[in-house]
């Protein structure tokens, strides 16, 4: 993996692409605030509600994202070891890149 150096900015500007780029396939999940959080940490706490997006985590935003930057390039096939949310997330975007192998490797 590259490492960046990446200015506020710059990740400014990832994150609007990647929104950009996932948009059309994710939920809007829900920010709730919490108040009895928020009284026992004397801070504002919000809960994210990632649990209802189509694979019931977060990771279908990075999922997404990671596979529509390989489409961008030109990548066909995808293999993820994962059986679990991450995988689940995979091949629920199939129909974004041509060709899709989903292998799960039982150890």
Do not use: W
């Not at 959080?37 to 919000?46: D, G, K, N, P, R």
């Not at 066909?76 to 994962?82: D, P």
């Amino acid at each position: 993996m590259t490492q960046r150096n990446l200015t506020l900015e710059g990740v400014s500007v990832l994150v609007k692409e990647a929104t950009l780029r996932i948009c059309s396939y994710v939920h809007h999940t829900p920010l709730l605030a919490t108040p009895t959080l928020s009284e026992e940490t004397s801070a504002s706490i919000f809960l994210k509600l990632e649990n209802e997006q189509v694979t019931g985590s977060f990771k279908v935003r990075g999922a997404f994202n990671k596979i529509g930057v390989l489409a961008d390039k030109g990548v066909t096939k995808v293999y993820t070891a994962s059986t679990g949310n991450h995988g689940l997330a995979c091949v629920s975007k199939l129909f974004f890149i041509v060709q899709l192998q989903y292998c799960i490797n039982i150890v």
